[in-house]
């Protein structure tokens, strides 16, 4: 009676067993399907996009992709004939970088003053006007859906060549990337010591400044020095549109062709060395900010 008994009650049990891995074959069997149709698409549209560039470029596009190493090959011979010449040629756009560092310090500055306002107006249980939180959402949305690029021409034809334009549109970019960001750690933060200081008359401002900064700082400068990295890379393509800064050297070395390739050389050393440098000192100091080093 009792082996019966046992018999029965293991039943339903295999049952759901096998339920569940009917269940678990069915959904990997939709997965790879799923996969491969995203596969095929790719495929599809890299080809597709590979014969409009043919057809733009009136067939030229597939006999010119195999000259994809020509360009370098050519600057790094010239830079290699002239390599005594590449110390000098640093140094003398070393103003340049400077500047181009100077335009992504000043904009990521300004962007993240306003990421935090507009951030703590967007954030639930700590907007000043809950009912405009979407306005200052889509806000964000708009400024960070717009191309740097874009914004520092349409500043260039109203305030001419600089580095003021391109430092003004990475600072509206990095405004709408970071306020994006910073209201996410904003929705992490404790209201406690936000209604704490409600209960005793704090305005708005104090009870942002004194109950929600200080929990989300750390957070805040990890990602703006994150954001700064990204801004010297964006600084130095807005030379090229004449925004100042050693991207505008690049591109003039770039106009002269052989015989300046040496120039175009020692900028591209530059722009590294100084990429890796700030990449390698705000991995280190967000580390430390968020309490991983």
């Known amino acids: 009676m009792t082996d019966l008994t046992a018999g029965q009650a ?5 049952a759901r067993v096998k339920a569940v891995q009917d269940a678990y074959m ?19 549209l890299m080809v597709s996009g ?11 596009f597939w006999d010119g992709i195999g000259n994809i190493f020509q360009f370098p090959g050519e600057v790094l011979s010239e830079a290699g004939q002239k390599i005594a010449n590449l110390p000098g040629l640093m140094a003398k756009f070393l103003p340049s970088l400077l500047e181009t560092v ?5 904009s990521t500055l300004l962007g993240a003053l306003g990421a935090v306002m507009i951030s703590l107006l967007a954030t639930r249980g700590l907007a000043k006007w809950p009912r405009l939180i979407g ?8 400024l960070r859906a717009v191309p740097e690029i874009v ?4 500043l260039i034809f109203i305030l001419g060549g600089g580095p003021v334009p391109a430092m003004i549109a990475i600072a509206i970019h990095t405004m709408g990337a970071l306020g994006k960001l910073f209201s996410e750690v904003n929705e992490n933060a404790s209201l406690k010591p936000v209604e704490g200081l409600q209960s005793v008359g704090a305005t708005w401002g104090q ?10 700082a750390p957070n805040y400068l990890s990602y703006a020095l994150l954001r700064f990295e990204i801004n010297i890379r964006a600084s130095a393509i807005l030379g090229f549109v004449g925004s100042g800064g050693i991207g505008y ?15 175009v050389a020692a900028i591209f050393l530059l722009l590294f060395g100084t990429i890796v440098l700030f990449d390698q000192l705000s991995s280190h100091y967000r580390n430390k900010l968020i309490g991983e080093g």
């Open 249 to 263: 050297d690049l591109k003039n070395a770039f106009s002269w062709g052989q015989g300046r390739y040496d120039e």
């Open 26 to 44: 069915d959904m990997t069997r939709r997965k790879r399907l799923y996969g491969m149709v995203m596969l095929v698409v790719f495929i599809a």
């Open 207 to 216: 009870r942002m400044w004194l109950g929600v900064i200080p929990q989300v």
């Open 102 to 106: 100077n335009i992504a310090a000043a």
């Open 135 to 142: 306005l200052f959402r889509r806000i964000m949305d708009i």
């Open 10 to 14: 293991t039943e339903p049990g295999a």
């Open 151 to 154: 914004i520092a021409l349409v």
């Open 50 to 60: 590979f014969r409009v560039a043919d057809a733009r470029n009136a067939g030229g």
